[in-house]
């Protein structure tokens, strides 16, 4: 058998509920609202507006109790709710990982888009319950809720990948996504205003 610097958990059955974006028994629930989203959109004076009066959930991500370690996979449920600011489609904050290493994410509800940038090149994969999304090493990735019902999807992870937000404050991802009649648009990427 072999020996570990941070011995592994225990074996888990991990009940998800994808119509109530819960995993049993559950690890930590992060709540992000827009005044947690400062400098993300691109109508920033938009957001600010928002985040002073109701300040809206923006998302929501439902951790299972795995641990953030190395050799784990931890999973988490993001439940997008629908929205914009300023015509941009409510969105993740986005983030790298620092040790790149590759993720998966799978469509759980509603209607969502992943996109990815690597520092020059940019993907958008359309995504809906069923679908897997395939975040390769080295590629930022930030989700979006193009519908107008949350959107949600599991995602699993080396535990040891870490999260690297300012990567995407310093890059961009290549693309914004903004509300276009009853669809969408991809739009260059342009700085907050
Ligand atoms: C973790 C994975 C997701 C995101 C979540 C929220 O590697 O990609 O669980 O953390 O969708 O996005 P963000 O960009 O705020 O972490
Ligand atoms: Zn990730």
Redesign the pocket.
């Given at each position: 058998m072999s020996t570990y610097a941070t011995p592994p958990i225990n074996p888990l059955r991990i009940a998800l509920a994808a119509a109530q974006g819960t995993l049993t028994p559950e690890g930590p629930l992060l709540t992000?609202r827009l005044s947690d989203l400062e400098g993300l959109f691109a109508d920033e004076p938009a957001r600010k507006r928002a985040a002073d009066g109701d300040d809206p959930v923006v998302?929501t991500?439902a951790a299972s109790p795995v641990p953030e370690v190395a050799r784990e996979l931890p999973q988490?449920v993001?439940t997008i709710l629908p929205g914009a600011v300023g015509g941009e489609f409510h969105m993740?904050?986005?983030?790298q990982?620092p040790d790149p290493q590759g993720?998966i994410y799978l469509g759980l509800a509603g209607r969502g888009g992943l996109l990815l940038h690597d520092g020059t090149r940019t993907e958008w994969i359309e995504m809906e319950p069923g679908v897997i999304g395939y975040i390769p090493p080295g590629w930022a990735?930030?989700?979006v809720n193009i519908g107008d019902e949350p959107y949600r999807f599991l995602?699993v992870?080396p535990g040891s990948?870490g999260?690297d937000?300012g990567w995407v404050v310093k890059h961009g991802m290549g693309r914004r996504v903004f509300r276009d009649g009853a669809s969408y648009t991809l739009a260059p990427f342009s700085a907050a205003t």
């Amino acid at each position: 058998m072999s020996t570990y610097a941070t011995p592994p958990i225990n074996p888990l059955r991990i009940a998800l509920a994808a119509a109530q974006g819960t995993l049993t028994p559950e690890g930590p629930l992060l709540t992000r609202r827009l005044s947690d989203l400062e400098g993300l959109f691109a109508d920033e004076p938009a957001r600010k507006r928002a985040a002073d009066g109701d300040d809206p959930v923006v998302y929501t991500v439902a951790a299972s109790p795995v641990p953030e370690v190395a050799r784990e996979l931890p999973q988490s449920v993001t439940t997008i709710l629908p929205g914009a600011v300023g015509g941009e489609f409510h969105m993740t904050k986005g983030h790298q990982h620092p040790d790149p290493q590759g993720e998966i994410y799978l469509g759980l509800a509603g209607r969502g888009g992943l996109l990815l940038h690597d520092g020059t090149r940019t993907e958008w994969i359309e995504m809906e319950p069923g679908v897997i999304g395939y975040i390769p090493p080295g590629w930022a990735h930030r989700s979006v809720n193009i519908g107008d019902e949350p959107y949600r999807f599991l995602a699993v992870y080396p535990g040891s990948a870490g999260h690297d937000y300012g990567w995407v404050v310093k890059h961009g991802m290549g693309r914004r996504v903004f509300r276009d009649g009853a669809s969408y648009t991809l739009a260059p990427f342009s700085a907050a205003t």
